[in-house]
């Protein structure tokens, strides 16, 4: 209890942020007043050493991760981050050195967005790291988007580029990939990085909440995540592979092994937003993310059937893609 | 994928219970609305094999323990439970007969206290199995009860007996002690059920919410508890050890072995409720009570200073009284 106790004063309350709803980790529970008319978003995430993360991975790598698939999943709802609660399993107990490196990347993504840490709890694990976040946002009443509500004829639109964590995770395991695919090292580090370090989407939820009819976050993979969002739409879509945004990092290491491409758009860990726009607002919406400094690409329509989403090269020629995503068992 | 997404389906989804927060589990996050007025609840725990529950533990008894002490912070609180996230880690595929009985066990309380699955994830893990369940709950806005409000003259008041779970954890770890406790079998049973199945209590939450200063759950041990609260609230505490309330399985077995008693009341997990009242409340609370069917008793007062509380035998010595509570680390 002692060593708890010290863990949570010492690195966690911080994260705090002095946030009143937290009541300064004295109770059994957090204590949170939403405002009139908005609704709760709530989300959860469990990570474990050996499957979401390595034991190598850097504290840093792995706090920050844990807080940012998360608070990517609030973004793709248009729902604003208002608290994240922490629970930490360790096998032992952990170095001063790893506490600091892990809450100080969280430090810095729970205070980019304003999204506190409200509660959570410290426990012993029989094997490796176990971390658990539950997040939870405020979106107005009726506002929040649906994976479920994308119609025939709307257009599809993802955020900056995807794929490049695929390669980065490559890239982190076999070092000799680098010279394979001819990357130089500043490439290299930035797939390296994507993978690390998925910043999430800020400054893009007031644009979702007025176009999309649709919207989810791109973790499963392109792929597997427009699959996702059709099927819950009861919908299909068509998706041109030539305008899917790549990082010229990603095309240079396609140019040297085309396979890759597939394989970067069916991997996942992209933790950019997908959403799907009314084509009469596809043109407003780009101009006003444009604005927003939010890079936004088309690559395809929502369709009517409910077959998988089909792909075209720039042919026109129908591919077959498949999710390679991490089959868990 | 498709392994998770059939347990999903097959077991998880009617723990929602078709509450129309959870979505049908078909998007990134959960949607609840508040009612306008109240005021969040939330509270998490992190259970493993191997520390919280044992590899041998039945299905049933993880599912129920696991919801089981959630509720209980919510209760200790005056929150009415609203829904919960479940976070599931598993080494390998489990047996549907695992799942069935975790579920079961789980849904009968998840109806009991209109507790709704609102969300979570099934991965993978290295090891044994980690659970990782996120509570909330509502309340009206500023009735939530605390840790830190209790006055000096307050009388403390526990519900149900303290100490069953105590002694149920160590007869189901070694059979012999039922016969040198001079237990039968069904005081061994209860005691046992005491530490498997702790039932929060029901009915509760509008007397703590009407009458009580502050509250916390008894889960880590009257002594530990009592000294959180009174550390919380900057006071002190008196404590009658004869009157601290005794289930008839746990008394015989003091009569044969004295050392229970101070075991009993540093362990933990009990899940009762304690509650401090204002003296001039105290007579009605225990009437409302007794009307509803929860059966409490006073066991000393609030008092003025930092010291940890005084426990006093019957003739009015006083007793060292020590937590023997988990150290995790």
Redesign the interface.
């Known amino acids: 209890?002692?060593?708890?106790k010290e863990l949570i004063e010492t690195y966690l309350l911080p994260l705090a942020q002095n946030d009143a709803a937290a009541?300064g980790f004295?109770?059994?529970?957090?204590?949170?007043?939403?405002e009139?008319?908005?609704?709760?978003?709530?989300?959860?995430?469990?990570l474990?050493?050996?499957?979401?993360f390595l034991s190598c991975d850097t504290p840093e790598n792995i706090g920050f991760k844990a807080l940012a698939v998360n608070v990517s999943?609030?973004n793709?709802?248009a729902?604003c981050p208002r608290g994240f609660?922490?629970?930490?399993?360790?096998p032992?107990?952990p170095d001063p050195s790893w506490m600091e490196g892990f809450c100080a990347s969280l430090s810095v993504l729970s205070k980019a967005f304003y999204c506190p840490l409200?509660?959570?709890?410290?426990?012993?694990?029989?094997?490796?790291l176990?971390i658990?976040v539950?997040i939870?946002g405020t979106v107005e009443?009726g506002k929040?988007v649906?994976?479920?509500t994308a119609n025939v004829g709307d257009r599809i639109f993802v955020s900056g580029t995807l794929g490049d964590a695929a390669l980065g995770l490559k890239l982190m395991q076999d070092s000799n990939l680098q010279q394979r695919w001819q990357l130089d090292h500043e490439e290299t580090k930035y797939l390296i990085h994507r993978y690390c370090h998925p910043i999430p989407r800020g400054g893009f939820n007031p644009l979702i909440k007025e176009h999309a009819s649709a919207a989810?976050?791109v973790s499963?993979g392109l792929i597997?995540d427009l699959e996702n969002l059709c099927r819950?739409s009861n919908k299909s879509a068509d998706v041109q592979l030539n305008q899917v945004p790549l990082s010229s990092a990603l095309e240079k290491a396609i140019k040297v092994e085309p396979a890759l491409f597939a394989h970067a758009l069916g991997w996942g860990d992209d933790y950019e937003i997908m959403a799907t726009i009314p084509a009469d607002q596809a043109a407003a919406f780009k101009q006003e993310c444009m604005l927003n400094g939010v890079p936004v690409t088309e690559i395809g329509t929502i369709t009517a059937g409910t077959q998988p989403p089909q792909y075209f090269n720039e042919k026109g020629e129908k591919q077959q893609m498949l999710?390679s995503?991490?089959?868990?068992?």
Chains 1, 2 share one sequence.
């Open positions: 209890m002692k060593l708890e009541l004295q109770d059994d529970a957090a204590l949170f007043q939403p009139p008319g908005t609704e709760l978003v709530i989300s959860k995430d469990l474990l050493e050996g499957v979401h999943d609030m793709a709802k729902a609660f922490l629970g930490l399993a360790f032992k107990a409200l509660g959570g709890d410290i426990t012993h694990s029989k094997s490796g176990a658990s539950t939870f009443a929040m649906k994976r479920s989810i976050d499963d597997s819950a999710a995503t991490f089959e868990h068992f």
